[in-house]
């Protein structure tokens, strides 16, 4: 029987490593495709985080179906008294320490390598800093291009002042570090590109600097990830990575136009007849006016 257990727990474990890994790896692809290199840690760790729970998982789980196949009771009748058992107790304390140890010595290596690539935020109070650039290419530091994000209920507008424009839509050159400085003119808003892999909450009254580097051309989603008010599912914007030709040539395009007032649909909902005849009592905040931008 004993000879029996090894060879049962040895296949266990082997299929436990097995199918941890396995769905560990495939963890990769039930995010959104990555879009900017601070998303390669994030993936990593997601992954981590993954195959370290499915072996917590499996890991439980064989302890419980081996215990109701072969330690099943035969009467109903009172087990003896148990008072403790210091081994055990030992073990199922010493192991939750162990893993929690290593989940966060993983995710400090994590947050501190996103800190050399420059995504993590500087809030700017009373203090002035010299900003930083993230290190990109072969090992040369370029200077990041500043935009400044501005939100509000319930719109974005970014403004580029290298050519003094505004637009609704984010566009940001492919493989070269970016600097946006963002600003909330009402609430706590939250800037948020699932693609990115980050996140910033926005704070009224303060400006907040975020870096980070796109790394792959295409159209994404910037969405407001704090609820902000009545029209917040409408709060999102379109953020296209750009090659640098294609970069530069929009915004030589854009600072051409004149500026008009930006459509926004927070208030083209909230000025139309509500559905039902009957309306609540409840106070509904008006949207903001739309930003003036060079469409």
């Given at each position: 029987m004993r000879t029996f257990n090894i060879v049962l727990l040895s296949i266990w474990v082997g299929?436990?490593?097995?199918?941890?890994?396995?769905?560990?790896?495939?963890?990769?692809?039930?995010?959104?495709?990555?879009a900017a290199a601070e998303a390669e840690p994030v993936g990593h760790l997601f992954s981590f985080l993954v195959t370290l729970g499915t072996i917590v998982f499996?890991?439980?789980?064989?302890?419980?179906?081996?215990s109701v196949l072969f330690y099943r009771a035969r009467d109903t009748s009172d087990a003896p008294a148990i008072r403790g058992n210091l081994k055990l107790e030992i073990t199922?304390?010493?192991?939750?320490i162990l893993l929690v140890t290593w989940i966060a010595i993983y995710s400090y290596n994590i947050y501190q390598r996103m800190n050399t690539l420059g995504a993590l935020p500087l809030a700017h109070l009373h203090f002035v800093e010299a900003p930083a650039y993230a290190e990109v290419g072969n090992n040369n530091m370029q200077r990041a291009e500043q935009i400044e994000v501005i939100a509000k209920q319930w719109s974005w507008s970014f403004h580029y002042p290298s050519r003094n424009i505004t637009s609704t839509e984010l566009h940001l050159p492919v493989n070269q570090p970016v600097r946006l400085m963002l600003q909330s003119e009402d609430v706590v808003h939250g800037?948020?590109?699932p693609n990115f892999r980050i996140k910033q909450d926005i704070i009224p009254n303060q400006t907040i600097e975020f870096k980070f580097t796109p790394s792959r051309i295409g159209q994404y989603q910037l969405h407001d990830s704090q609820f902000s008010g009545t029209?917040?599912?409408?709060?999102?914007?379109?953020?296209?990575?750009?090659?640098?030709?294609?970069?530069?040539?929009?915004?030589?395009?854009?600072a051409t136009r004149p500026p008009v007032p930006a459509a926004n649909p927070a208030k083209s909902e909230h000025i139309q007849p509500p559905a039902m005849p009957l309306r609540s009592n409840w106070h509904t905040v008006p949207p903001a006016q739309p930003p003036l931008i060079n469409k």
């Open positions: 299929v436990i490593i097995f199918a941890s890994h396995t769905i560990g790896q495939q963890a990769y692809d039930w995010l959104p495709i990555a499996l890991g439980v789980m064989g302890v419980l179906v081996y199922w304390t010493v192991i939750p800037f948020y590109v029209y917040f599912a409408l709060m999102e914007a379109s953020v296209y990575v750009d090659a640098p030709e294609r970069y530069s040539q929009w915004l030589a395009e854009t």
